[in-house]
């Protein structure tokens, strides 16, 4: 009589460490679907991530006709190299898009443009009720710098509260009188771009980009 060895078990009838599965074990691990060979996996669909909204301020500016893009960035900073390269970016999806593209267009500014800038730039205004004798010395300080530097005093003081503004003019024109030209021009570029960005992030988001007066472009 002929004895007939056992079919041998497949691969998958043994654990990892040569003992045979059971019966009741699965042969993949409960949370991971099975498929037949060549079918691709099934990722799960993500889902959509929705952008956040432009400013009301922001879409209107990006609607406006070349022209009147440049006109509105002139109100924000006088050089009108900086307004057409501005402009001609649009339109941005956000806020934080314009404000990359103003600065880097603010670092590029040749010295002429700088000076464009700083004649439609006014004095720095005291907050009401300051007392004459801080205009008196503002007015000045004022006078000593422009006759040292030849240009207008600027400073940026978006996170100033107004009640300390005075005092910090003041105490930043006597420390830049000391400056030489050369310095006093780089220090001069960067508050000027500082005070253009600030300007343009509240027109940007307000919602008629008109509505947030920026200061006025002539001199008193």
Known sequence: MTHLSPDPLPNHAWRPDGRRRTAEEPTLPAHRPSRLPGQAAVTPEQPEQSAPPVPAGLGRFNALPADEAERALLTCCGSRRWARRVAAHRPYPDLEALLAAADEAAYDLTPGDVAEAL??????????????AAHMALSAAHAAYESRFGHVFVICLDDTPPEDSPDLVLTAISSRLSNDPDEERIHTAEELRRLVRGRLARRAGAADCDAVPCPSQARP
């Open 119 to 132: 004649a439609c730039e006014s004095l720095t205004l005291l907050p009401d009720g300051a007392y004459s």
